[in-house]
């Protein structure tokens, strides 16, 4: 049985705070999930995946969030509990439903998980989905702790059918990828069957119902700043006449800085857990019973601005700090001792831990920058785009995933990315201002995600440019998550369908389709040169399965290579295609036989065919 299935109430469990949040739906009684995945959110969709082989959930990998979320819908308007998980940039593409959605409401409780990432872990931007909240004039709630992940899980989904509306629940990746002990509560049995009653002037948003229904909206929100206000997320610590206001992980931060730095009597905390709307008289209050504020909140001013705003109304003429010239940034992650140092600033006092860190202490390691796994297939296809190229001026659009490492030396192949499915759709901008060849990269995952709309724009405009989709079979860059491409029977699983992409691909009337296995090298460079000559729209699909994926599906392992006496340490191998299983010894280029998977890329790149398989 999965663990977080376990309905033993009162039992202590180590979590991370995704799991946590799984957990949390699953005592709440969540009957449908769906999900496009992306860190830092991915492992909530990956225990529900596991869960409903087990379970009455239902929980799908949508193609996309903007699908994730009108599933989702659909379902919480029959009556049942359903929840969307996805990261910060997911809920762009999830926008257009979202906005329509808070005007229509829902009849069962709907959570939407966004996950937020400070300083860019593993995200294209560091946006702050907060703003998302004051745009759709929705409720969210921001837990601080991995326990408090799960408890404001169920009272998301207790507030959605409040108010009839989806509930945003907002996290950071420290919250979501931390651990901490998790006491279990009753689960509640979900309801998977709903009811729905046709009601077009409440459900069909043409402009006469959606007048209506954005005043019942505004209505909603003046009820959840009242709720808000009473919320036990929200709440007050100490006494003293210097405040500082927070909201999710800031709060732990500050709650140490205080301590470390013997405030307790000095400062009182406003912790805001459900925190939009903001409930504006606790703010006026809190404002009333302080000399000085300051709010300390990762991303942007959110807080800050409206607490300002609150003050100005109120005639509060009190100092005010957030972010600005020496206080907090607007860039990256918190951290304990930054807390502690800006608290300390801002109220003028020393904080005694300053120097208790001796950076010279530390040891200058070298930088180890992110790369393609040894064995990878699109080190392969890099590789072979580059050579097929030699005598052209290309430029090398590409996409989200783990292919976009291939930016980096030796391989050099991505020249401008800015979201999910923006490979095809820039292709055909660069294809019609420069006399440049275009090139561009997407895997499969994303091209059914949304490059694939790209290429349709591109064959009915006639654009001139090769795209190269990258199809290892998963979902690799955040988990190796099922797609619609994917062989489910591979995973012992029956009931889903299989879109074949060489086919879509054809059905769109593609001008010049090949497919390559990226290992057979001589053979991909050649086929690559066919495309790149084409005029008009060329596609080249590189199929060749994960290695990790591989390793997981227990497929049979290649032998190892290694370098032999014949090496005349041109170093080829290691300038072309920096492969992490190599490294030099001496001043001799060697191969790590526990990293070498055997796809012999290498070997014939060799100019002295020195590189051969162990015997053993």
């Not at 809190?286 to 001013?301: A, M, S, T, Y």
């Not at 990878?376 to 052209?392: I, P």
């Not at 090398?396 to 923006?422: E, N």
């Not at 062989?487 to 299989?498: P, Y």
Request: hydrophobic letters at 40%.
């Amino acid at each position: 049985m999965h663990k977080l299935l376990t309905d033993e109430p009162g039992k202590k469990m180590l979590l991370l705070g995704n799991e946590a949040i799984a957990r949390g739906a699953v005592e709440a009684g969540v009957a449908v999930a769906a999900a496009y995945p992306g860190t830092p959110s991915s492992e909530i969709s990956l225990n529900f995946f596991q869960m409903a082989q087990e379970s009455d959930l239902y929980f799908e990998y949508s193609v996309n969030e903007k699908v994730s979320l009108e599933v989702a819908a659909a379902a919480a308007n029959t009556g049942v509990r359903s929840m969307c998980i996805m990261k910060h940039v997911g809920l762009n593409v999830a926008a257009d439903a979202l906005m329509t959605l808070a005007y229509v409401g829902v009849r069962g409780g709907l959570v939407i998980l966004v996950a937020d990432d400070p300083s860019m872990f593993s995200s294209q931007n560091e946006q702050d989905s907060r703003y998302y909240a004051k745009l759709s004039g929705l409720a969210m709630l921001e837990p601080s702790t991995i326990d408090e992940a799960k408890e404001m899980t169920i009272r998301a989904f207790e507030l959605s059918e409040q108010l009839e509306e989806p509930v945003l629940l907002r996290t950071t990746t420290r919250i979501n990828h931390s651990t901490a002990v998790v006491t279990l509560a009753e689960i509640t049995p979900p309801k998977t069957e709903g009811d729905f009653s046709r009601n077009p002037m409440r459900y069909v948003t043409v402009p006469a119902v959606s007048r209506q229904l954005h005043v019942r909206l505004l209505a909603n929100l003046a009820k959840a700043e009242e709720m808000a206000s009473q919320s036990p997320f929200n709440f007050f610590e100490g006494n003293g006449r210097w405040g500082i206001i927070c909201n999710g992980v800031s709060y732990t931060y500050v709650s140490d800085a205080v301590r470390d730095l013997g405030l307790q009597e000095k400062v009182t905390i406003l912790r805001l857990g459900f925190s939009h709307p903001l409930p504006k008289e606790m703010v006026h209050t809190f404002l009333g019973n302080c000399d000085r504020v300051l709010v300390v909140e990762e991303g942007e001013p959110v807080l800050e601005e409206t607490v300002k705003a609150v003050a100005q109304e109120g005639g509060k003429m009190l100092p005010v700090g957030g972010k600005g010239e020496g206080l907090f940034s607007r860039l990256g992650e918190f951290n304990p001792a930054l807390v502690r140092a800006k608290i300390a600033s801002w109220f003028a006092i020393d904080d005694p831990l300053k120097s208790v860190t001796d950076s010279s202490a530390q040891a200058d390691l070298p930088p180890r920058p992110p790369t393609l796994c040894a064995g990878c297939s699109h080190r392969a296809t890099f590789h072979a785009v580059k050579k097929a190229a030699e005598e052209m001026d290309v430029i090398y659009p590409t996409d989200i995933g783990c292919y976009t490492l291939g930016m980096l030396p030796p391989l050099g192949m991505a020249d401008f990315l800015i979201c999910m499915g923006s490979s095809t759709g820039t292709a055909a901008g660069f294809s019609k201002t420069l006399d440049k060849k275009v090139v561009t990269f997407c895997g499969d995952s994303t091209f059914f995600h949304s490059a694939m709309a790209g290429l349709v724009n591109a064959v009915f405009n006639k654009h001139n440019f090769t795209l190269i989709i990258l199809d290892n079979g998963t979902t690799a860059m955040t988990g190796h998550q099922p797609h619609p491409g994917v062989d489910m029977e591979k995973h012992g699983l029956s009931g889903f369908g299989r879109i074949d992409i060489e086919k879509v691909v054809k059905a769109l009337g593609v001008g010049h389709l090949s497919v390559i296995h990226p290992f057979k090298l001589k053979k991909s460079i050649k086929a690559l040169q066919e495309a790149f000559v084409f005029e008009g729209v060329s596609v080249v699909i590189a199929r060749e399965i994960c290695t990790l994926y591989g390793k997981s599906l227990k497929l049979p392992k290649m032998k190892p290579f290694f370098v032999s006496d014949k090496c005349k340490n041109h170093k080829d191998c290691i300038d072309q295609l920096g492969c992490p299983a190599f490294f030099v010894k001496e001043g001799r280029v060697n191969i790590d036989p526990d990293r070498c998977t055997g796809c012999a890329l290498c070997a014939q790149v060799c100019p002295e065919n020195a590189i051969r398989p162990v015997k053993k």
